[in-house]
């Protein structure tokens, strides 16, 4: 309890004497309360899964928010403190200046310099605003139809969990990160016909996307963006993994960036061992795989995933080969957990249906 109140203490200290960019996070955060509270109050009210799904998310939001701010220990941020602070620096510098006999004045401020520069590259996420990205999108003349993605590796770029940003021409993809130094890359649109998987990268939970844990104008644009982490094993043995997505030859993408690159591509999915399935399995097996990793990974919505699903199953009822054979490839669809009995029944029903109507009798 006694850690909690610090916390709101330094937390009222940060409203009444921090800068204008302390501020701004601390409004942010009671704005998210206002927006929960009034959010749980509809969802009651109006009895909303959607206004409950807003209210949660504004709670979390505040939480992140809160734990990520940082304040200096033993020291409240108050103007009486920091006047302190001055007095004490004048005083060793200028007890410094009388026992050495020389001005260490110039070495304290580039000692300084080089201290603000080490803090300004490791937290180099806050130094984007709004105005600094308006800016990068006139000078690299970003599109409308841009989209946020997060690249979680780029080897041959040398890049690693950045935020960045993806439009299209006529011919190349456009890259747009936004790291310590905002950079452009271009990828010629023949090359991304495809987008292939990676799937079970092993996730260091402390270390993984830290820079986007400091609030800031893109920690909020971009928390959407951070990849699905789930466990595999039990107790100490349990590891925490990722599956991603690839642009290219090794532009990785998070997950939750994949949906909208696909539809900005009008890439097609592909495995690594797709030919493989296809030869032990059959194409529909392939097909409903796909379907299924693109929908475990957030890519598909659920009714795109039944669309899609069913398209797959009725070209299979459709197809020319024997009732076995036909039959063979829905157990294997059933035995994948691909799909349930109910929809291998219905559709076993519709392909008698439709080669009756067609006058071709196939025994059971």
Same mark, same amino acid.
């Given at each position: ?292 990793? $693109? ?17 797959? $199953? ?51």
């Amino acid at each position: 309890m006694r850690g909690e109140g610090n916390r709101m203490g330094q937390i009222l200290n940060a409203l009444r004497y921090g800068n204008a960019k302390t501020k701004r996070y601390i409004i942010s955060i009671v704005l998210l309360l206002i927006l929960g509270g009034v959010s749980i109050i509809r969802a009651v009210r109006f009895g909303s899964p959607l206004w409950a799904m807003v209210g949660v998310f504004a709670f979390l939001l505040v939480v992140v928010f809160i734990n990520s701010l940082k304040f200096i220990e033993g020291q409240e941020l108050n103007p009486r403190n920091q006047n302190k602070t001055k007095d004490r620096d004048s005083f060793d510098k200028e007890k410094s200046f009388k026992d050495n006999g020389k001005d260490v004045s110039s070495v304290d401020e580039d000692e300084q310099e080089a201290d603000e520069l080490a803090t300004e590259n490791e937290n180099y996420i806050e130094q984007y605003d709004e105005k600094k990205l308006k800016k990068l999108f006139y000078y690299y003349k970003v599109k409308r139809n841009h989209i946020p993605i997060l690249i979680d590796s780029w080897e041959s770029k040398k890049i690693k969990q950045c935020p960045a940003y993806l439009w299209m021409d006529k011919s190349q993809l456009h890259v747009l990160t936004i790291g310590k130094e905002a950079n452009k890359y271009e990828l010629p649109r023949k090359q991304l016909l495809k987008l292939t998987y990676d799937k079970g990268r092993i996730v260091n939970r402390k270390e993984d996307y830290y820079i986007l844990k400091t609030p800031s104008l893109l920690s909020l644009a971009f928390s959407g963006f951070l990849p699905t982490v789930y466990e595999e094993g039990e107790g100490i043995r349990a590891t925490y993994k990722k599956n991603l997505y690839v642009i290219g030859s090794d532009l990785k993408i998070t997950n939750t960036s994949a949906k909208s690159v696909f539809d900005l591509l009008q890439a097609d999915f592909s495995l690594l061992e797709e030919e493989l399935y296809t030869k032990r399995y059959s194409p529909y097996f392939t097909s409903a795989y796909k379907l299924n990793i $693109l929908l475990k990974d957030g890519v598909l919505s659920v009714s795109d995933y039944k669309r899609k699903i069913k398209e797959v $199953l009725l070209a299979l009822a459709q197809a020319e080969i024997s009732l076995d054979v036909f039959k063979t490839y829905m157990n294997q669809l059933i035995q994948g957990r691909l799909i349930t009995k109910e929809y291998a029944e219905y559709y076993v029903e519709y392909r008698m249906k439709q080669k009756e109507r067609s006058g071709v009798i196939e025994r059971q």
